[in-house]
């Protein structure tokens, strides 16, 4: 998908969200997604002809391509920053660590593809990614401070095949505890992947322990996005682009859907510096999570 900017340059654009629909694959804790009309046209027909349809849409917040906040994970008892959920969880959600604390991310991004480390389209069901995997896929990369790391197993490429990608029977590729430490220590402002867990899952164990979701929601306050359809960025050979994120913004929920969108070349953004005369954009040199876009590389 390419779009063409308002100076006529064009960058392009790759959406990294799966489609929502009935029966897509997930993970079995959360509640399923659901989409029915409510009215269909000529249902109800204004004086002048005029028809309109509508829909109910019903869904979990960790269905499809969606950011994890703070307050979805908790060990021991705890959530991030040491808060304990029950001073913080009311009838309407979380009052602090929601999805709704997470800022809006408009920078910099690295694709580490794993897969291409070990020379495959797609990582076997069930393998552990570990640090030296991460190290190589970031070779030349320089993975920074306060920007996004994405992992790339190739698995969105089995969305179409429901239990293959949830990986019940054979597990599904993802980093190990050994991983997620490595993560953490580049301290990016956020991670993601292809899969419905932001980790290896073991064959026949489901979701029986989150390790890399306690090291980085509760232990580093790094949201994670699952569930990214990122097949066509593998096959573009790009590993350094500006990845757009902005989930929903659900009051006090635990996760939201999000369509992250991947910008390859610089994309002009109207806004502080361009009406100054300046010019600004969008490209892979820097990052805001403040809700302004200055110049690349800032």
């Known amino acids: 998908m390419t779009a063409t900017a308002h100076t006529g340059e064009r960058a392009r654009l790759i959406d990294l969200a799966q489609p929502m629909r009935r029966g897509m694959p997930q993970s079995p804790n959360h509640p399923p997604f659901r989409m029915v009309l409510e009215r269909r046209h000529g249902d109800m027909v204004r004086s002048d002809g005029g028809s309109a349809a509508n829909e109910v849409i019903i869904t979990g917040g960790h269905v499809g391509t969606h950011v994890d906040a703070l307050a979805h994970v908790s060990q021991d008892g705890l959530v991030y920053g ?28 690295l694709l580490l593809d794993v897969a291409a480390v070990h020379g495959v389209r797609t990582l076997p069901a069930g393998y552990e990614i570990t640090a030296a995997d991460l190290d190589e896929a970031a070779a030349g990369l320089d993975p920074r401070p306060g920007e996004a790391l994405l992992i790339g197993t190739g698995w969105s490429r089995l969305w179409a095949d429901g239990p293959a ?8 590729p993802g980093p190990g505890e050994e991983a997620g430490h490595r993560l953490a220590e580049w301290r990016p402002a956020v991670v993601g ?106």
């Open 193 to 298: 992947g292809e899969t419905i867990a932001f980790e290896r899952l073991a064959p026949g164990l489901g979701h029986a322990t989150l390790p890399v979701h306690r090291i980085l929601l509760v232990e580093s306050g790094i949201n994670i996005v699952e569930t990214m359809k990122l097949d066509e960025l593998l096959d573009s050979g790009v590993r350094e682009f500006t990845l757009v994120l902005n989930p929903l913004n659900i009051v006090g929920a635990t996760g939201a859907p999000v369509r992250p969108l991947a910008i390859l070349g610089d994309l002009p953004v109207a806004g502080p510096a361009a009406s100054g005369g300046s010019g600004g954009s969008v490209g892979s040199g820097g990052s805001s999570r403040s809700g302004e876009c200055g110049e690349s590389g800032e």
């Open 82 to 109: 040491g808060l304990g959920p029950d001073g913080i969880t009311g009838h309407n959600g979380f009052s602090e660590l929601g999805i709704d604390d997470f800022t809006p991310y408009v920078g910099r991004c």
């Open 165 to 172: 990608f949830t990986g019940r029977e054979d597990g599904v």
